[in-house]
C-alpha cells in the first residue's frame, strides 16, 4: 500500500470533512453547506462508500487530496503534507538527497531565522516606548499586535544580526533569510537589513513565516522595506492578511483588497476579517490564483487617491480575466486605516451595504465630471472606461454597459458602441464572441456509464452501446465483464484509467445515485434502454459530420478509392440511424 492510499484508509472522507463543515446523515452519505461557494442549503454531499466529497452546485470538491487542495487553496504535494500529519502517515522524501539538503534543510533554516527574528522584533516593541506609542496611536491595540506578531527593529546596524549569532544561526542563514546585508562577497561586515522600523511578519496561507515588511515612523521616502526575494519569499505570490483572513473569505466567498498592512489590519479592528493585501508590488497574476481558489467575489477597497484608482483598473483587468466579480466601495477618506480611526462603524457600514460592481462605480465617477459631453470628456471615457470594459468576459454584460454609460453620458447607444468598436480594432483585440451555452456537467455517454455503476442489473446492455473514445470505453468493457454483485464503489479502483478519470467516473456515480434513486429493476433496464439509443444517436450523427468531412476533403483531393470507400461507411450508418430511430 502506497503513502496516499495508507492515508485514505487511515482518514476517511467524511471524518476529514466533518473537521471543516457540519455533517448532516442522508442515507449512506453525509450533506452540508458547501465551503467552496455561498450556500444557503447543504449541496455538498459526502459518501464514505465512494470516498469522495461533491458539490453538484458548484462542481467543486473530490477525494480528500482534491478537498483539501481546494479548501486549503494548496497544491497536492502540500495537501499530502497536510493529510499525511492528519492521518499519522510518515511521508517518503523521494527527491534525491543533495536535493533535499539544498532545499529542505535550507528553507527549514531560513523559517527558523525568521520566527526567532519575529520574537526578537515583538520583544523590542515591547521595550521600545516610542514605537508602541506610534503603534498605539495608529489605532492598533495588544490583540491586533498579538494577532498579527507586530514589531520593532532597532536603530541598530547589526543589533538583529547579532542576536541571531548567539541564537546559533550562521552569516549565510541570516543574509539568506532577507534579514542581514553582506554588500559584497569579500566582505566581513553584515548590516541588518531592517533598522528604525515598525515589523509585520509575512505568512504564506498556512500561517508559516515567509518574510517581513518593515515601516518606517515618519513619511521618509523609503516608507516600506521588504525581506527580499528567497527560498521561502516570492512577493508575486504573497497576499498579506491572508492566513487571518482566510476562513472569513472561503466562508463569504468575497476578498476586500486593500492597499496596505495598516489597511488591513485596521479592517479586522471594524471587524471586517475577510481582507487581503498585496505585499511590496503591485497586483499580479499569482495573486489572483490564489485569490480564487478562496472567493468568487473581490471587493476593491484601494486608496482613494489617483494612484490607488490606477491601481484599481489595473487589478479590474487581472481580476475580470480570471472570471471573478469585481465590486468597488468609495470612501470618504484617503484609505480604510484612516476611515477605521474616525468611525470604524462607517467603514463597516459602507462594506457590507454600499458595494457596487466596480464598472457601475467608474460610470459614476466619468458622469460626475463637469466636462463630460465635451470632445475632452469623451475623451476620458475611452481613456478609462474602454479599457475596462475590454476585460469583461461576457457578450451580454458588455453590451449592458455599453447601454449603461450611453444612458448615463447622454450618448445614443450605437455611437457609444462604434467608438469602443474602434477603441478595439486600434487595441488589436477582436470583439469576444458570445461562448456558446454551457453544456451540462456529463455527457450522455458519462451517464450510461454511471448508471450501469449505480444499477449493476443494466451492465450487460452496455454491449448495446456503440464503442466509446478512451477512457470511457475502457470503462464501458470493464462494467460488461464485472460481476452483477460487485457494486460500483468497488469496481471503480480497479478499472485501469488515470486518477483524474477515476475521480470524474466517482462523481458520475455519485450524481447518479443522487438524482436517480431507488429505481426497481424494470425501471432501470428501462431507463438504461432510452440512454443507450439516445447516446447511440448521439455518436452516429457525430460519426456522419466526420465522415461529411472527410467526404469533402476526398473529393476536392481527387481521391477516388477514399471517396468511394467513405460513402459506403456513410450508407451503413445511415441504414443504422433508421434503425436506431425506429428502436
Given at each position: 500500500m502506497d503513502e496516499k492510499d495508507e492515508i485514505k484508509t487511515r482518514l476517511p472522507i467524511d471524518q476529514l470533512?466533518?473537521?471543516?463543515?457540519?455533517?448532516?446523515?442522508?442515507g449512506r452519505?453525509?450533506?452540508?453547506?458547501?465551503?467552496?461557494?455561498?450556500d444557503s442549503h447543504p449541496s455538498l454531499l459526502v459518501s464514505p462508500d465512494k470516498g469522495i466529497a461533491y458539490c453538484f452546485a458548484c462542481q467543486s470538491g473530490g477525494d480528500?487530496?482534491?478537498?483539501?487542495?481546494?479548501?486549503?487553496?494548496?497544491?497536492?504535494?502540500?495537501?499530502?503534507?497536510i493529510l499525511a500529519e492528519k492521518a499519522g502517515v510518515k511521508l517518503t522524501d523521494r527527491r534525491p538527497k543533495t536535493d533535499v539538503a539544498v532545499t529542505k534543510d535550507i528553507k527549514v533554516r531560513f523559517r527558523e531565522c525568521m520566527e526567532a527574528a519575529q520574537a526578537f522584533y515583538a520583544s523590542k516593541l515591547n521595550s521600545t516606548d516610542t514605537a508602541l506609542k506610534y503603534v498605539e496611536n495608529?489605532?492598533?491595540?495588544?490583540?491586533?499586535?498579538?494577532q498579527f506578531g507586530i514589531g520593532y527593529a532597532p536603530d541598530s546596524f547589526s543589533e538583529t544580526y547579532e542576536y541571531l549569532l548567539k541564537?546559533?544561526?550562521s552569516r549565510a542563514e541570516i543574509v539568506g533569510a532577507g534579514l542581514g546585508i553582506q554588500r559584497e562577497l569579500k566582505e566581513e561586515r553584515i548590516y541588518d537589513r531592517f533598522r528604525h522600523r515598525i515589523m509585520f511578519p509575512i505568512s504564506d496561507p498556512q500561517g508559516g513565516l515567509i518574510g517581513f515588511g518593515g515601516r518606517t515612523m515618519g513619511d521618509a521616502?523609503?516608507?516600506y522595506v521588504n525581506s527580499p526575494e528567497s527560498a521561502l519569499y516570492d512577493k508575486s505570490s504573497v497576499l498579506f492578511g491572508l492566513f487571518q483572513g482566510r476562513d472569513a473569505v472561503r466562508s463569504s466567498r468575497r476578498a476586500i483588497l486593500v492597499e496596505g498592512y495598516f489597511d488591513a489590519i485596521a479592517a479586522h479592528k471594524a471587524g471586517v476579517h475577510n481582507v487581503v493585501a498585496v505585499s511590496g508590488t503591485a497586483l499580479t497574476e499569482q495573486h489572483v490564483k490564489i485569490i480564487k481558489r478562496y472567493a468568487d467575489e473581490v471587493l476593491l477597497c484601494l486608496d482613494q487617491d489617483n494612484a490607488g484608482q490606477l491601481a484599481a483598473g489595473r487589478a479590474f483587468d487581472l481580476l475580470s480575466r480570471a472570471q471573478l466579480k469585481i465590486f468597488s466601495v468609495t470612501l470618504p477618506a484617503k484609505d480604510p486605516d484612516e476611515l477605521v480611526q474616525r468611525d470604524s462603524a462607517l467603514f463597516s457600514h459602507l462594506i457590507s451595504q454600499t458595494a457596487v460592481p466596480y464598472i457601475d462605480a467608474v460610470i459614476g465617477r466619468l458622469k460626475d465630471m463637469k466636462d463630460i459631453l465635451e470632445p475632452a470628456g469623451k475623451r476620458k471615457i475611452s481613456e478609462i472606461l474602454f479599457p475596462l470594459l475590454s476585460a469583461v468576459q461576457s457578450s451580454v454584460e458588455l453590451r449592458a454597459y455599453l447601454e449603461k454609460a450611453a444612458q448615463n453620458f447622454g450618448?445614443?447607444?450605437?455611437?457609444?458602441?462604434?467608438?469602443?468598436r474602434k477603441f478595439k480594432s486600434?487595441?488589436?483585440?477582436?470583439?469576444?464572441?458570445?461562448?456558446?451555452?454551457?453544456?451540462?456537467?456529463y455527457s450522455r455517454q458519462e451517464l450510461t456509464l454511471g448508471l450501469a455503476l449505480t444499477y449493476p442489473q443494466t451492465r450487460p446492455l452496455l454491449k448495446e452501446l456503440i464503442p466509446l473514445a478512451e477512457p470511457l470505453e475502457k470503462i464501458r468493457l470493464h462494467l460488461i465483464e464485472a460481476s452483477p454483485e460487485q457494486e460500483g464503489g468497488e469496481l471503480i479502483p480497479k478499472i485501469d484509467i488515470g486518477e483524474s478519470d477515476r475521480e470524474r467516473l466517482t462523481v458520475t456515480a455519485l450524481y447518479c445515485e443522487e438524482n436517480f434513486p431507488m429505481w426497481s429493476e424494470s425501471l432501470a433496464i428501462r431507463e438504461m434502454r432510452k440512454m443507450i439509443s439516445a447516446t447511440n444517436r448521439e455518436l452516429m450523427v457525430r460519426k456522419q459530420h466526420e465522415i461529411i468531412s472527410l467526404l469533402k476533403e476526398a473529393r476536392s483531393g481527387g481521391r477516388s478509392d477514399d471517396e468511394a470507400r467513405l460513402l459506403l461507411q456513410y450508407q451503413q450508418l445511415l441504414k443504422l440511424s433508421r434503425m436506431a430511430g425506429n428502436a
Open positions: 470533512v466533518a473537521q471543516y463543515c457540519q455533517l448532516k446523515k442522508k452519505n453525509f450533506v452540508a453547506l458547501c465551503p467552496f461557494h455561498n480528500i487530496f482534491s478537498f483539501v487542495q481546494k479548501i486549503e487553496g494548496v497544491d497536492f504535494p502540500e495537501a499530502l503534507k495608529r489605532g492598533v491595540g495588544p490583540e491586533l499586535i498579538s541564537k546559533g544561526f521616502d523609503a516608507k450618448i445614443v447607444e450605437s455611437e457609444i458602441a462604434a467608438d469602443f486600434a487595441e488589436g483585440r477582436p470583439l469576444k464572441k458570445q461562448p456558446d451555452l454551457p453544456a451540462g456537467p
